[in-house]
């Protein structure tokens, strides 16, 4: 089957025809109730987990004097393990099945968005690739979302792209997460009309600051407004949803 992944990259929409796609089957029926809570919060893991590690090779990958930089589904998928065992304190394979099967249906999506931009990665003379953590993540959650049933989204108040704002449930969590009494870092889940919906927070870290720091109003290397954060500000969350039975 031809599936086909719309995405943008600052101003210019693409569309990636995915040709019977490559990995595991998608999901044949909805996740199981059980599985919820956990299939939510890792999946989420592992998506910071691959933000953080775009974010870490971001001079990297905008260097205009190097052409093959190295930035291969592989070494991202290695860094991506070892990040996510530094944020949950566990190997995936210490993870149930269900919740390993699905992580690697992640992984497998962030492999194919690094796999697509490897000549725009790889090109000397540019600087600024537009491959930035946002980008991995919102490509990641499109795959994803072209295989499975699960759906993976960016949001935040304060929102560059349309796709990424919230809706009411995801305003609700924010609202939760912004609360000076709700424990940093700590991610929320609940049930609503048959999906199983999660929400990791993401705050600002050292990487962040260059297109969302200050000086606020200052235009960024992508031509956005920077917000003015400063290091540990909430930026944000990853909302994950899926059917369960």
Do not use: W
């Amino acid at each position: 089957m031809t599936r086909i992944v719309t995405t943008v990259f600052s101003g210019f929409l693409a569309s990636i025809i995915l040709f019977s796609m490559p990995g595991p089957s998608p999901f044949a029926s909805p996740l199981q109730k059980s599985d919820a809570q956990q299939i939510g919060e890792y999946t989420a893991a592992m998506i910071v987990a691959g933000r953080g590690v775009v974010a870490r090779n971001q001079d990297l990958i905008n260097d205009p004097s190097k052409g093959n930089k190295g930035f291969t589904p592989d070494f991202v998928q290695a860094a991506m393990l070892e990040n996510f065992k530094k944020i949950t304190g566990k190997d995936v394979s210490e993870l149930p099945p269900s919740v390993q099967s699905v992580l690697n249906q992640v992984m497998d999506a962030a492999r194919m968005s690094v796999q697509m931009n490897q000549d725009r990665i790889n090109k000397k003379g540019t600087a600024f690739k537009m491959y930035i953590p946002a980008v991995f993540g919102r490509e990641t959650g499109q795959i994803l979302k072209a295989r499975t049933d699960i759906n993976i989204k960016q949001t935040t108040f304060k929102y560059r792209n349309a796709y990424n704002q919230p809706d009411t449930f995801e305003k609700k969590v924010l609202e939760k997460f912004e609360a000076p009494d709700y424990p940093k870092g700590k991610g929320y889940g609940e049930f609503v009309n048959g999906l199983y919906r999660y929400m990791r927070p993401i705050y600002i870290k050292k990487a962040c600051l260059k297109c969302h720091g200050g000086p606020k109003g200052q235009k960024d290397i992508s031509g956005h407004v920077k917000e003015g954060y400063k290091i540990g500000d909430l930026r944000g969350a990853i909302s994950v949803s899926f059917p369960v039975h």
